[in-house]
């Protein structure tokens, strides 16, 4: 019979062992988050289409703000939506979209309804009851053969594209983030549909707001300040003002309150540049109908 192991030796095995535990947990941790996954392909139950998803936004409000018991409603319509992303993707059948806007409006769509339909499991908690933002990292959904977290989806796959009007085209949940459309992205109105979503943004003095010879912009412009300056054309400078200014609306008739570009201009010079930036923390509350009354 063999001598045991010294425990001086037994502690030593004992402790690799829980580091190789560690390690893998963590590798599939990290994998988890950035939808490196595989996932299963079922067949399609017929042709991809954003029928059932358009139907899910006719609870959107002209607001912004949303109508959960309605959506409640109508939440099969948005599941079947989910359910179909699994079958069908621009990474699986790219023959299905031919076009980088094809592409692009896939995967908006994709991201507002998956955040759509956490926000329906979650009602009436909404995002900021997730501890560390696990709203955007906690969950993955079979798309196209792989899991995807939304942070996935953000970072890696719409990320690619380098259009940073996405950023305001993409739906957080909150009353303080981006706000849905109506209608589902179209790939052959996509550009003016980004266009759209940026002037929303902009004119919403949640977002963008002055005050003397200070700019108040969203956190939204500190966290993705790289992708805005990229976006300008050369000679511009870096400064993200530019950037809001060219979104900004000539006139306030459809929101008043809001900021203009001629104000801008003269708060700020010819070149922007002399005004002071400051950023504000976003509202993380739902955006639901039933909330927004019982504000009023």
Not at 51 to 59: F, S, V
Not at 60 to 71: A, E, K, N, Q, Y
Not at 241 to 270: I, K, N, S
Request: hydrophobic share 45%.
């Amino acid at each position: 019979m063999s001598a045991p192991l010294p425990s001086r030796h037994r502690a030593r095995w004992f402790a690799a062992a829980v580091l190789a535990v560690l390690a893998v947990l963590v590798v599939g941790a990290v994998l988890y988050v950035r939808g490196a996954l595989p996932a299963s392909v079922p067949v399609a139950a017929g042709p991809f289409s954003s029928t059932d998803y358009a139907r899910a936004l006719d609870h959107v409000r002209p607001s912004g703000d949303l109508d959960f018991v309605g959506l409640g409603r109508d939440r099969a319509a948005l599941e079947r939506f989910v359910a179909s992303l699994a079958s069908v993707s621009p990474r699986l059948r790219p023959e299905l979209f031919p076009t980088p806007e094809d592409s692009l409006a896939y995967w908006i769509n994709a991201y507002n309804a998956l955040v759509l339909l956490q926000l329906v499991e979650r009602h009436p908690e909404g995002v900021s009851s997730a501890w560390f933002g696990r709203f955007y990292w906690g969950h993955a959904w079979p798309v196209g053969g792989e899991r995807l977290t939304l942070w996935a989806l953000e970072q890696r796959i719409l990320g690619e594209y380098g259009d940073p009007r996405v950023h305001f085209a993409l739906f957080r949940g909150t009353r303080g983030g981006p706000s849905l459309d109506g209608a589902p992205y179209q790939p052959e109105f996509l550009d003016a549909q980004l266009n759209d979503a940026s002037r929303r943004f902009m004119a919403s003095p949640r977002h963008v707001r002055l005050e003397g010879d200070t700019v108040h912009l969203a956190r939204l412009f500190q966290t993705r300040k790289q992708d805005f300056l990229a976006a300008l054309p050369e000679g511009r400078g870096g400064n993200v003002l530019q950037f809001v200014w060219a979104f900004l609306p000539d006139t306030c008739e459809e929101r008043p309150g809001c900021d203009t570009r001629g104000d801008l201009d003269r708060a700020c010079g010819p070149k922007l540049d002399t005004c002071r930036v400051t950023f504000m923390p976003e509202d993380l509350s739902l955006p639901d109908v039933a909330d927004a009354a019982s504000r009023r």
